[in-house]
């Protein structure tokens, strides 16, 4: 069955040479935006190395706020407490946690971005088929 007795289909396009030209034009605009979404997608990935910058930040807060205000909560004779030095693992132990955290959650964020620009663009495929098949004329079906 789908065939026909002399000779099959034939291949028939379903858009005009207008549409063609503005799918064409469409894709051509998106293209670079694409390509810059997944770049920056790829940043947050494992190995990106886009989250440097965050930590770099958010050590450089830690050492110029909350180190400064834990040696002042002991005092500036307690350099040698175990009290000051639990709690200076205290906080670099959460610092760490956070940044982790917060990458963890953008490294999720990048790989759902980046799977949603694939399905994306094989969605505006999918919905725009380019051709179909028709029977050849004359030719009877068996």
């Given at each position: ?33 694409l390509q810059a979404a ?48 639990q709690a200076l693992a ?53």
């Amino acid at each position: 069955m789908g065939q026909s007795k002399d000779g099959g289909y034939m291949q028939k396009t379903t858009v005009t040479p207008q549409q063609q030209t503005l799918l064409n034009q469409i894709i051509q605009q998106a293209l670079p935006n694409l390509q810059a979404a997944s770049q920056g997608y790829q940043q947050f990935l494992p190995g990106g190395g886009g989250g440097e910058a965050i930590q770099k930040q958010a050590l450089n807060q830690f050492q110029q706020q909350y180190l400064p205000a834990i040696m002042n909560a002991y005092g500036s004779n307690a350099k040698s407490s175990s009290a000051l030095n639990q709690a200076l693992a205290a906080g670099a132990s959460n610092l760490n946690t956070n940044i982790a955290s917060q990458l963890a959650q953008m490294q999720l964020q990048a790989a759902q971005g980046a799977g949603s620009l694939g399905s994306g663009q094989a969605g505006l495929a999918a919905q725009t088929p380019q051709f179909a098949y028709k029977c050849r004329s004359g030719n009877k079906q068996l």
